[in-house]
């Protein structure tokens, strides 16, 4: 609480803030994760005023130097921020004031905290895209390690999570591993529409100062400044198409790990998480309980959550700034920082557990699995149609559903019942392993197909 007027913009204001006031004004509780993006756009446009002949040189010495002093002290732990000062801008260049003197005020010069807290907040983001990347062929290393192991492993296919075809677990593993290229294509073009700098275009209209643009963009590692300042200081679809990404992320993570809550069931036991990712029950000393992989499934409640948040938050804004978006922080601070543990956590159970060959070779002989294989060969071998082979294939389930056996347990002569023309060669390919080894068409379950694609993903991740 404060009872004098805002010493960064008070000179109009008798009175201080209220203390609600002050409380729901502040942001400094969660932009002082901001601090080092802060820093360093100070730095460089501090040097771009000096360049133009704005500002001395020896004052941006000064203020670049200063500003190194107050970034060692917040990473040092022990900076007193003050609610006060609102937020990180305020926070960080008050206490520059303490450290360089006078040469301070000159900071802001030809900037706005409007153009300052989008470069910021874009700085952020950008280091997340490339975080979010990292992590991600983290989680696809892992997956690639399973693939390998098991790349002929045989395991049934489900569709509606009824047994559909028997599938390679390492074809299984790679789908994962394709869908996670895919969201790391995401963050790559959202990284590259989102890399343009804000930082010039003061509070809406750009500056009557002979700034230079292109040089602080450069300093600060974008391709270039964004060509319109009231757009610049405007839009926060760069937070937004980062928490688009990150969601379908999520939800890919999440769909990974249902099924291995699903796998790693008594009924189904077809994983068994390391001890490192298992987890006890207090009452019911048998368990071992797949909490890890229950939250990752989770998370994508928040992460999904933090973008039609910030949706809402911008839809209906007039142009330009608006202290509605002071709200776009901690939804990208909350997604971005479980996005990470979230995928972290995936790369260590994947890797750590394992894959019970016996139990997947086991269920994949079940469901009558092999049926489309049956159709396939009455169509291949008997030149039927393959309306009729179905049909014909349908009644020979019936038949072993009846008798309570699978399809290969069938006798010729009880084959031969509903079709004649039915030969014994019938039953190689009622087999799991020559069913996957026949999948060899582009991107099918084919253990030779699955081998070429792990090669080259291996290629690709290094
Ligand atoms: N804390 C503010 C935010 O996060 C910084 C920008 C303030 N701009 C202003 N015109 N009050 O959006």
Not at 60 to 67: M, V
Not at 118 to 128: G, S, T
Not at 196 to 211: E, N, R
Not at 275 to 282: A, E, I, L
Request: charged fraction near 20%; include cysteine; hydrophobic fraction near 45%.
């Amino acid at each position: 609480m404060t009872d004098h007027a805002n010493t960064m913009w008070g000179g109009r204001f008798a009175a201080g803030p209220d203390a609600i006031m002050e409380a729901i004004n502040a942001s400094i509780g969660f932009d002082r994760r901001l601090a080092q993006q802060d820093i360093a756009g100070s730095r460089a446009h501090a040097a771009m005023l000096a360049a133009t002949g704005i500002i001395t040189n020896s004052d941006a010495d000064a203020i670049r130097e200063g500003l190194l002093t107050v970034l060692s002290e917040i990473e040092g732990g022990d900076f007193p921020f003050s609610a006060a000062l609102e937020d990180i801008h305020m926070n960080v260049e008050a206490r520059l004031k303490e450290v360089v003197g006078p040469a301070a005020g000159r900071l802001h010069t030809a900037r706005s905290r409007n153009d300052q807290v989008a470069v910021d907040f874009r700085l952020w983001v950008r280091d997340q895209c490339d975080a979010a990347d990292s992590a991600l062929a983290a989680v696809q290393k892992s997956l690639l390690g399973q693939a390998e192991a098991g790349a002929d492993w045989v395991m049934p296919g489900f569709t509606h999570l009824q047994v559909a075809q028997p599938v390679t677990w390492g074809h299984h593993m790679l789908a994962y591993v394709e869908m996670l290229g895919r969201d790391r294509s995401r963050f790559a073009d959202a990284r590259r529409r989102m890399n343009v700098s804000p930082l010039g275009a003061a509070a809406l209209a750009g500056t009557s100062f002979p700034i230079d643009r292109h040089m602080t963009a450069q300093a600060l590692g974008f391709d270039g400044p964004m060509t319109n300042s009231l757009d610049a200081v405007s839009d926060r679809d760069f937070a937004l198409e980062y928490l688009a990404a990150a969601s379908i992320c999520a939800l890919h993570l999440s769909r990974l790990a249902e099924e291995l809550v699903i796998w790693s069931s008594a009924q189904f036991r077809f994983v068994r998480m390391s001890d490192k990712w298992s987890t006890g029950s207090s009452i019911m000393p048998q368990k071992r309980n797949p909490d890890a992989a229950e939250l990752i499934r989770a998370k994508i409640g928040r992460i999904f959550g933090a973008n039609v948040a910030l949706m809402t938050v911008m839809k209906g804004l007039p142009l330009t700034y608006s202290k509605d978006m002071q709200e776009d922080k901690e939804q990208v601070f909350d997604a971005a920082d479980n996005l990470m543990l979230a995928l972290a956590a995936m790369a260590g159970m994947v890797a750590d557990m394992s894959a019970n060959r016996d139990a997947l070779r086991a269920a994949a002989a079940t469901g009558f699995s092999t049926a489309t294989d049956l159709a396939d060969w009455l169509v291949r071998e008997l030149g039927l149609p393959f309306r009729d082979a179905h049909h014909i294939t349908g009644s020979l389930v019936a038949m072993a559903e009846k008798q309570g056996c699978d399809l290969p347990d069938l006798s010729l002569a009880q084959m031969q019942s509903v079709h004649d023309g039915i030969r014994a060669d019938v039953f190689d390919v009622l087999g799991v392993d020559n069913s996957v080894a026949s999948r060899t068409s582009f991107g099918g379950t084919a253990p030779v197909r699955v081998r070429e694609a792990i090669a080259l993903w291996q290629e690709h991740l290094g």
